[in-house]
């Protein structure tokens, strides 16, 4: 079992749609979670990050974190073409190794006119 | 965030040559560390790069193939070396201000082996 699970998709949604992108994890020890876009060619562009359960916000981007069921969530609000990528979860262990990421395989995500 | 470059940023090598991958920041860093990202599977932590001193492995990574150097804050240099078909992958440089910051990537090399 990967210690970071991700639906690879691709997922597809019309332009204005509320996109929820999701990864499960199996670490307990988890506790640190980002999230990455990835657009081809290009490396992973980090969107958001987060130390706690609960849910953060940035612009159009909310991160959910509920470490009881080890369940991590984007939610992009008002989609747009632009936001076609492939969205990366991932996590690590915050005991001086907190930038040693586990990532999820990816989601790939088009959002159409 | 850092500007992190890259180079090269593709090659086609053939089987049993070496290829060096040159990460540059703009500037100084704590921790740097070299991923790799295969077709449909996770970015793989390959080691990270110490500075002054030997990387760092993963389980599964060994320094006579991905023999690294990172000769100051800013700098990092891959191996990949005695290359075969199987090595074919992007390799990316990712680098955090201190030891628990988020990473950012550089925009990875693109390495195919013939």
């Known amino acids: 079992q990967k210690e970071v699970e991700q639906d690879p998709g691709p997922l597809s949604v019309p332009e204005g749609a509320i996109v929820s992108l999701n990864c499960t994890y199996s670490n307990s020890a988890f506790q640190y979670f980002m999230w990455y876009r990835q657009y081809s060619r290009k490396g992973p562009e980090l969107l958001m990050y987060?130390?706690?359960?609960g849910n953060k916000e940035d612009g159009r981007f909310t991160a959910q974190v509920d470490k009881s069921s080890k369940y991590i969530s984007l939610f992009i609000r008002d989609s747009q073409p632009s936001d076609s990528a492939t969205y990366l979860c991932?996590?690590?262990?915050?005991?001086?190794?907190?930038?040693?990421?586990?990532f999820g395989t990816g989601t790939q995500l088009k959002v159409e006119l | 965030s850092a500007v992190i470059s890259q180079k090269p940023s593709r090659d086609i090598c053939q089987r049993g040559t070496s290829l060096t991958i040159q990460c540059q920041v703009d500037s100084q860093v704590t921790m740097m560390f070299w991923y790799r990202q295969q077709p449909g599977q996770s970015l793989t932590l390959i080691a990270t790069?110490?500075?002054?001193?030997?990387?760092?492995?993963e389980s599964g990574f060994v320094i006579d193939k991905f023999p690294i150097s990172r000769p100051n804050l800013t700098f990092s240099t891959l191996t990949v070396s005695n290359m075969s078909p199987e090595d074919s992958s992007i390799y990316l440089c990712?680098?955090?201000?201190?030891?628990?910051?988020?990473?950012?990537f550089g925009n990875g090399t693109r390495l195919t082996v013939t």
């Open positions: 790069a110490n500075q002054g001193s030997e990387a760092t492995y």
């Open positions: 990712s680098v955090g201000t201190d030891i628990n910051s988020p990473l950012h």
């Open positions: 987060t130390y706690s359960s």
């Open positions: 991932a996590a690590a262990v915050l005991t001086g190794g907190g930038n040693k990421l586990t």
